[in-house]
């Protein structure tokens, strides 16, 4: 393999026990993708494993719409990097984290006047949310997990929440606000991306709003 002598662009992306699929999402360059080579970080081989192709022999996805697996056992960090195909050639590329899940087993939904720690927590177990991430792209995270943390510290110019075991009375609205926007923002519903994608427009705020709902029956 020939390896371009270039400065990378290079990320470290956190990750939580499971199964996450790492793919290769769009370039800017679209003649000359550059390549993007996955591997666990210095320290974490031993939980990360690489789910490759049977014809592939190396971690790189080597143009936009491939893709690997990851599986860790336990929480790690996996190393993205972003290689120019030739000398002075692009290094932007959008890569997406997405987690893969086989579901759990549905326990109802709680109801809002009285939740119990179990049922709270199996509501929440389906949670995620999506944050574009710039230099890497599209991240999606389950609850209690960093889309940019403290030790990767990256800007996110955009979220998206899903929450398809949101209890049935329970209504979730969310708005972003940037450094360069006058006004007040425009709140969307759950599984609707609010803000923006490579306009290097980082989120200074965001805004969530709840509300109970109720039905009357009128006779």
């Known amino acids: 393999m020939n390896w371009v002598t270039e400065t990378t662009q290079q990320k470290m992306i956190d990750l939580g026990k499971g199964l996450f699929c790492i793919q290769y999402e769009d370039a800017e360059d679209q003649a000359?993708?550059?390549?993007?080579?996955?591997?666990?970080?210095?320290?974490?081989?031993?939980?990360?494993?690489?789910?490759?192709?049977?014809?592939?022999?190396?971690?790189?996805l080597w143009c936009p719409g491939s893709s690997l697996v990851v599986r860790t056992t336990s929480a790690a960090k996996v190393q993205v990097e972003v290689v120019p195909l030739h000398p002075n050639g692009s290094r932007a590329a959008s890569v997406r984290v997405e987690p893969l899940t086989q579901g759990a087993p549905r326990t109802g939904y709680p109801s809002s006047a009285g939740w119990n720690f179990d049922s709270q927590a199996a509501a929440f177990d389906g949670l995620r949310i999506l944050?574009?991430?710039?230099?890497i792209g599209d991240v999606s995270v389950n609850a209690n997990e960093w889309i940019a943390g403290p030790r990767?510290?990256?800007r996110i110019e955009g979220v998206s929440i899903h929450w398809?075991?949101?209890?049935?009375?329970?209504?979730?609205?969310?708005?972003?606000?940037?450094?360069?926007?006058?006004?007040?923002?425009?709140?969307?519903?759950l599984d609707?991306?609010?803000?923006?994608r490579g306009r290097a427009l980082p989120i200074t705020g965001i805004v969530i709003e709840r509300s109970l709902l109720c039905s009357v029956t009128v006779s």
């Open 164 to 189: 398809p075991r949101r209890p049935r009375d329970l209504d979730i609205r969310y708005a972003v606000k940037t450094a360069a926007q006058t006004g007040v923002a425009k709140t969307v519903d």
């Open 192 to 196: 609707t991306f609010a803000g923006t």
């Open 152 to 154: 990767a510290p990256s």
């Open 32 to 60: 000359s993708p550059p390549r993007v080579v996955v591997k666990p970080a210095s320290g974490h081989e031993r939980s990360v494993e690489l789910l490759l192709h049977p014809d592939a022999d190396d971690s790189i």
């Open 131 to 135: 944050g574009h991430v710039a230099g």
